[in-house]
Each structure stands twice: as C-alpha cells, then as structure tokens.
C-alpha cells in the first residue's frame, strides 16, 4: 500500500518556510472560508420553481377582499356585486362602513399614494403566515370629529365567475334616495383590493392607492385579470389564492364611450383567467452542498499552490 500512495509526504528536515508563504497560506485560509460561508448561504437559501397550467378547478367559490375609503357619507353609498350569471349581492351585512373624518383620510391624497413595498419572503413565510391569520376586513380607526368620508371593508364569496364589484351612490343606477349632483365625490383611497385568502409576501397593484374625481359626475372602472397562484412549501404546505393586473378608466362628465350609460361610481370589473400559477419551493440537495464545498475549496488550494511554485520558480 505503501507504494500506491498518490500523495508522497516530504519530510519536515527539507521543508522551508517563507514569508511569501505564511502570507499565501492566510489568504487561502480566508478564501476558503469566504467560500464556504457563500456556499452555506447558498444551500440555506429556498428556491421557488414557477409554473404554468390551465386551471381546472371549476364550481369553487371567490373570496373578494377589499377596503375602500369614499369621499363621501356613508349614508349616500351602497355596495354591489353582480356577476355574469346574473347573481347580484347588495352589500348590506359582512362589510363595515364607518364615518371617517375626510381630512384626516385623504391627508395623503396628491395623486396616489405609493405602492406596498414587497418584503423579502419565501414561500414557506407565505404559507406559515397564511395559516396564522385570516383574511378579513382591515382594521378601521374609529375618527368621528369630522365625518364627511367612508370607511368601507369587508369580504364577500361569490361564484368563481366574471363579476363587478362596484361602489355608488342612492339613487344612481339603484333605487332610494336620490343624491344630489352636488354632492357626489368619487375621490377614493384603495386601501386593499384582494382575492383569496390572506397572503403577506405579494403586492396588489391597487393597495394602497389615491384616486382622485375632478368631477362630482364622475367615476372609475378598474378592469381586473385574476389569476389562480398555489403555493407549495419545501415541507408540502398548499396554499391556494389568486393574484391580479389591472387597467385603470377615468370617466369625467364629458367622456361617456368608456362606460355607456353607467352611473357614476367605482367599478372594480373582474375576470378569471384560465391559466393558473403553482410557485412551489425547494432546497437544493446536502449531497449537492458537499460537493460543491469540495470543488471549491480545493480549487483554491490547487491554484494558490501552483502560484507559489510559479513564485518560487521565478525567485
């Protein structure tokens, strides 16, 4: 065995030991460890494979999630779902409407507000945090002082089918009262506008934006694409909910060809696209990490040992 040793020993009375050396050794020393910390990361780190397929989840329910600030009484406002088979819900229960000072809700109301930020968060946050709260109306800080706003939230199922949720005034396209011209204002706040249960990680374009009516006949139709999204976690966890696009439409009191002979309000026109979206999560292999430590540090060894030669050589 002796003489199949592919790694020969010189014996330390013929070793030599150089300043150059000691400086290449520490510099090894503190590359291999930056390399493995970078490859520790690396295999820590989860990883997210996306893919598409058309959705054949059909006769499912669709939880509609949304928070909406009116610049208006909530006495001259109702809520409405229609969808296409015809079905019509009149928001009077599961939603809260609460008087809000107006001032004090449209503070930040200079065009629109900015986006949520999107937190650094992997499926397995997602799912774990979607097990852990329930989607519902956001809460609402109770301002009486000077109400002349809206406060709306609330959730709603409906058919997994096209429909129109839609914010407008009495006697606008619906029965009761009549409220005066004057005294309409569609100017809103978005403060959440979801399908499906509660996710924290993904931003909704609308969240969290200002839109404002420069007319008091006026209104907004959001034409909205949902799309079914599944997470899978690396442990198996499933989470099923839905992300969206939208297309924004401002109707003042002279441009009609947007919304026919619609009453003034918010439209929010939804749509279910046939195409679904499974974000699964994985961790690459320990056999795999090894390897590549493996690779890694001896790659820099060899290549510093060939340096020091050259070194040598030349010296």
Same mark, same amino acid.
């Given at each position: ?13 013929? @070793? ?41 989840? $059909? ?35 599961? &939603? ?18 900015? &986006? ?6 992997? $499926?397995?946050?997602? $799912? ?5 709260? @329930? ?88 034409? &909205? ?25 401002y109707q003042g009191d002279m441009d009609h060809s947007l919304f026919d002979s619609r009453p003034p ?25 090894? $390897? ?13 040992? &060939? ?9």
């Amino acid at each position: 065995l002796q003489k199949l040793d592919a790694f020969p020993k010189v014996d330390v009375a013929y @070793q030599a030991r150089t300043s150059s050396g000691g400086f290449l050794s520490v510099a090894v020393m503190l590359t291999m460890l930056f390399m493995f910390f970078s490859e520790l990361r690396d295999y820590l780190r989860y990883k997210e494979d996306h893919s598409f397929t058309v959705d054949d989840k $059909v006769g499912q329910q669709l939880q509609v999630n949304f928070g909406v600030t009116v610049a208006m009484p909530c006495a001259f406002i109702r809520v409405d779902v229609i969808d296409e088979g015809g079905t019509s819900h009149y928001m009077r229960s599961g &939603i809260e409407m609460l008087p809000v000072s107006k001032t004090e809700a449209f503070k930040r109301a200079q065009g629109h507000a900015a &986006i949520n930020s999107l937190g650094d968060m992997h $499926v397995h946050d997602i $799912v774990a945090e979607a097990h852990r709260k @329930q989607r519902g109306a956001k809460a609402m800080a109770e301002d009486r002082t000077l109400e002349g706003a809206c406060k709306i939230a609330g959730n709603v199922h409906v058919s997994k089918i096209s429909g129109v949720l839609h914010i407008t005034a009495h006697g606008h396209g619906h029965g009761g009262a009549h409220v005066p011209h004057s005294m309409l204002n569609f100017t809103h706040h978005i403060d959440e506008l979801s399908f499906g249960p509660f996710y924290p990680s993904l931003v909704n374009p609308l969240d969290d934006t200002m839109h404002l009516a420069t007319e008091h006949f006026a209104g907004f139709k959001y034409f &909205i694409s949902v799309v079914p999204t599944h997470y899978i976690d690396a442990s198996g966890h499933y989470l099923p909910t839905n992300q969206y696009a939208v297309n924004e439409y401002y109707q003042g009191d002279m441009d009609h060809s947007l919304f026919d002979s619609r009453p003034p309000g918010i439209f929010f026109e939804y749509g279910i696209e046939p195409v679904s979206v499974t974000i699964r999560e994985r961790r690459g292999s320990f056999v795999t990490f090894v $390897v590549r430590i493996c690779a890694a540090t001896s790659g820099v060894f060899v290549t510093v040992g &060939i340096i020091h030669s050259l070194m040598s050589a030349v010296a």
